[in-house]
């Protein structure tokens, strides 16, 4: 194509197709994969090295650097429809995970609601961690299909509660949960409700003034689009004066100066807000990538962003039951999302499956270049707005032709 047929083509382009034309990674293989890791855009590239270029000039100091801590937190703020104050800028699920659970005003005999069998581990580990200042741990068992069982949750729920806590949709096999419900019963408890909101943040609408949740946390690895070790934690106002952070640093407390070595006195107060979460420094590459992903995703929209994305699994999800395998996360309805797993769940674990179909599936898929997982035994992909339907057709293909080889071999 000549220059000007180019820029012509870019400019009649949709946003989602000009988004799309900054990864790289998209014009090599069909990339199925943000579940696992996100992929960089050319803009968050370009942000990534004016960091290193300032660190190998030594041209910004620290002050200047965080400003991009800043604008990466308001951007996610304003992405969430929260205010900036609500947000701590942090390193990653666990960080916001952990940071919560030492920081509730518990007293012994009080308990956690979740279901550990449906999330990661990081949600996990920390409230068993708990036990040993004399929490109980409720664990529901998740419904068959292995979504989280919102009405088992509510049941565990009494008036010792003081945490409820569920993935906003599970590692795999990927169901949407109903956080709704979920916030809205915590919250007649007085729990404090806590999504690990990894798999969703970035790709499915979230508006976290309008839904009942009182802290959500996140990296940006995933579907944010940024760098590994960054990440964010809102916490609601109505929360953050009850939550007693256990790590104390200079972000946390409220300071007279800018300056990062002063001590401004034995007498300290919290920060009023989030910022009272924050520790030590910042991984600034992580905050100059966030800073420039954000801006790509608030350009496009998030509700926007999840019509396309739905709209894509359902495709992939018809398309798939008629090549003769049907995925385990509906392809509409409220638990649909984004994920689209296939294969009997644990029947296998992370990178393999014991399925006879999963594992010659996954080979072929491999060497189709279509990225994809294998997580709890299931094949595992994911979409998010760079996908379009090019890549949907090329997955159905690449699993038609699979099937077919599994099938004879
Ligand atoms: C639901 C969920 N929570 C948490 C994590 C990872 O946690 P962290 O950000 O602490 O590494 C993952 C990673 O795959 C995940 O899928």
Same mark, same amino acid.
């Given at each position: 194509?000549?220059?000007?047929?180019?820029?012509?083509?870019?400019?009649?382009?949709?946003?989602?197709?000009?988004?799309?034309?900054?990864?790289?990674?998209?014009?090599?293989?069909?990339?199925?994969?943000?579940?696992?890791?996100?992929?960089?855009?050319?803009?968050?590239?370009?942000?990534?090295?004016?960091?290193?270029?300032?660190?190998?000039?030594?041209?910004?100091?620290?002050?200047?650097?965080?400003?991009?801590?800043?604008?990466?937190?308001?951007?996610?703020?304003?992405?969430?429809?929260?205010?900036?104050?609500?947000?701590?800028?942090?390193?990653n699920v666990s960080d916001g995970t952990n940071s919560i659970a030492w920081?509730?005003?518990?007293?012994?005999?009080?308990?956690v609601?979740l279901t550990s069998d449906s999330e990661h581990p990081n949600n996990v580990y920390p409230w068993l961690r708990q036990r040993e200042r004399?929490i109980?741990v409720?664990v529901?068992?998740?419904?068959?299909?292995?979504?989280?069982?919102?009405?088992?949750?509510?049941?565990?729920?009494?008036?010792?509660?003081?945490v409820?806590t569920?993935a906003?949709?599970?590692?795999?096999?990927?169901?949407?949960?109903?956080?709704?419900?979920?916030?809205?019963?915590?919250?007649?408890?007085?729990?404090?409700?806590l999504?690990d909101?990894?798999?969703?943040?970035?790709?499915?609408?979230?508006?976290?003034?309008?839904?009942?949740?009182?802290?959500?946390a996140?990296?940006?690895?995933?579907?944010?689009?940024?760098?590994?070790?960054?990440?964010?934690?809102?916490?609601?106002?109505?929360?953050?004066?009850?939550?007693?952070?256990a790590?104390?640093?200079?972000?946390?407390?409220?300071?007279?100066?800018?300056?990062?070595?002063?001590?401004?006195?034995?007498?300290?107060?919290?920060?009023?807000?989030?910022?009272?979460?924050?520790?030590?420094?910042? #991984?600034? +590459?992580?905050?100059? &990538? /966030?800073? %420039?992903?954000?801006?790509?995703? $608030?350009?496009?929209?998030? !509700? =926007?962003?999840?019509?396309?994305?739905?709209?894509?699994?359902?495709?992939?999800?018809?398309?798939?039951?008629?090549?003769?395998?049907?995925?385990?996360?509906?392809?509409?309805?409220?638990?649909?999302?984004?994920?689209?797993?296939?294969?009997?769940?644990?029947?296998?674990?992370?990178?393999?499956?014991?399925?006879?179909?999963?594992?010659?599936?996954?080979?072929?898929?491999?060497?189709?270049?279509?990225?994809?997982?294998?997580?709890?035994?299931?094949?595992?992909?994911?979409?998010?707005?760079?996908? #379009?339907? +090019?890549?949907?057709? &090329? /997955?159905? %293909?690449?699993?038609?032709?699979? $099937?077919?080889?599994?099938? !004879? =071999?």
């Open positions: 194509m000549s220059l000007q047929a180019e820029t012509r083509a870019t400019k009649t382009a949709s946003p989602f197709e000009r988004f799309r034309a900054g990864f790289p990674a998209v014009r090599a293989q069909t990339y199925m994969s943000i579940c696992d890791k996100m992929i960089l855009h050319d803009d968050v590239r370009v942000a990534i090295d004016a960091f290193l270029d300032h660190l190998a000039l030594a041209s910004a100091n620290r002050t200047q650097h965080e400003v991009r801590v800043g604008s990466a937190r308001e951007k996610f703020a304003q992405f969430m429809n929260v205010a900036t104050g609500t947000v701590a800028a942090t390193r920081a509730m005003p518990w007293k012994e005999g009080d308990n609601v004399g109980e409720r529901v068992q998740p419904l068959a299909n292995g979504a989280i069982d919102i009405d088992g949750m509510i049941a565990a729920m009494d008036a010792r509660t003081r409820v569920a906003s949709a599970t590692f795999a096999p990927g169901h949407r949960t109903d956080l709704q419900r979920l916030g809205e019963a915590s919250r007649k408890r007085d729990a404090l409700f999504v909101g990894v798999q969703t943040a970035g790709i499915l609408h979230h508006d976290l003034s309008a839904e009942p949740i009182d802290a959500f996140t990296s940006t690895s995933k579907g944010l689009l940024g760098l590994y070790a960054f990440g964010f934690l809102y916490v609601s106002p109505q929360w953050i004066d009850r939550l007693s952070p790590y104390l640093s200079r972000p946390a407390v409220v300071q007279q100066t800018d300056d990062h070595s002063t001590m401004g006195g034995f007498d300290y107060a919290y920060q009023p807000d989030s910022r009272r979460f924050e520790v030590g420094s910042f #991984n600034l +590459a992580g905050a100059y &990538a /966030t800073d %420039a992903s954000i801006s790509l995703l $608030l350009d496009l929209g998030s !509700k =926007a962003i999840e019509k396309h994305v739905l709209s894509l699994a359902s495709r992939l999800h018809a398309g798939l039951t008629e090549v003769g395998v049907e995925p385990a996360v509906p392809g509409s309805g409220p638990q649909q999302s984004h994920i689209i797993t296939l294969g009997q769940l644990d029947a296998g674990g992370h990178g393999f499956s014991s399925d006879p179909v999963i594992e010659p599936l996954s080979k072929h898929l491999t060497q189709s270049k279509v990225a994809h997982t294998i997580r709890r035994g299931q094949l595992r992909m994911g979409l998010h707005a760079y996908n #379009n339907e +090019a890549d949907v057709e &090329a /997955t159905i %293909a690449a699993v038609r032709e699979g $099937l077919a080889r599994a099938r !004879k =071999a």
